[in-house]
């Protein structure tokens, strides 16, 4: 089973940027599909962006679009999230999840399409 750790968060100034990693350890890594979500004190977690296996498939939310890429390198593990031009209303808890998928295709944009989670990692941006 995969387990999953972030990393990168911390105190950004507004227009900043920020590269989150997201570790797996655990077999067969390639063929999950992998995800960023965030949640903010007093709302729900929402989707940030998503890839599939190979990293040639990308969705993000409208929010991030132009802003945040996500990335992946099976080799090392590790799924990406280069954050650029950060604003105050990015600050939340950064969560990474993983859910095997049976197809290249699949971006997952759900919730509950996941069900590796990792513990998170805090972005402030200070305006």
């Known amino acids: 089973q995969v387990q999953l750790v972030e990393s990168g968060g911390g105190l950004v100034q507004t227009g900043g940027s920020l590269r989150l990693s997201c570790l797996a350890s655990?077999?067969?890594?390639?063929?999950?599909?992998v995800g960023w979500f965030r949640q903010a004190p007093g709302k729900e977690r929402e989707f940030v962006a998503g890839?599939?296996?190979?990293?040639?498939?990308?969705r993000y939310a409208d929010s991030v679009k132009g802003r945040f890429t996500i990335s992946r390198d099976n080799a090392k593990n590790t799924v990406y999230l280069q954050m650029n031009s950060l604003k105050p209303e990015d600050t939340a808890v950064y969560f990474c999840a993983a859910q095997a998928s049976i197809s290249n295709t699949v971006v997952i944009t759900t919730t509950p399409g996941y069900d590796r989670w990792g513990q998170g990692t805090q972005v402030t941006v200070s305006s």
């Open positions: 890839i599939n296996w190979s990293g040639s498939l990308t």
């Open positions: 655990g077999r067969a890594f390639s063929i999950y599909a």
